[in-house]
């Protein structure tokens, strides 16, 4: 069941690069640093991910990355999702990611699936938002 949301993030995409095509689709990854918080603790994120766009126009993502909080705890995450082109050259993200932690603060992703909203513009800007799926 859908249930709580855990957090907001914004952020920056930090680097491109286009990789080989795969079946003679695009393929370019993305790598990209956020900030925000998770259950009310402020953490730091980076990740990358790899798009690859479909006949379709869609576009499919999986990535990984890592949590930070201030104190030094981690949380390790991957996933993936279903983005789609919106207006003003926004891509629009929609996806699921699966945690691993030690932190006693943070241990109840180790038993949830974050459900996510995700957008980057243009520029580069980025905001997301999760919600637990137990």
Known sequence: MIGDRIGEQVGQVTGRRV??????????????????????????????????R???GRLSGKGRGVMRTQDGETVS???????????????????????RTDS??????NEIVGLFEYEVDEAGKT???LWEWT
């Open 77 to 99: 995450w991957e996933g993936g999702g279903l983005g789609r082109f919106v207006n003003g050259g926004i891509i629009s993200w929609r996806g699921a990611l699966y945690y």
């Open 19 to 52: 990789l080989p095509a795969r079946d003679g689709m695009p393929v370019v990854e993305i790598s990209f640093q956020h900030s925000g918080e998770m259950y009310g603790v402020h953490v730091n994120d980076i990740g990358t991910y790899e798009s690859v």
């Open 104 to 109: 006693v603060r943070l241990a109840r992703l």
């Open 127 to 129: 905001t997301g938002a």
């Open 54 to 56: 479909l006949p379709d």
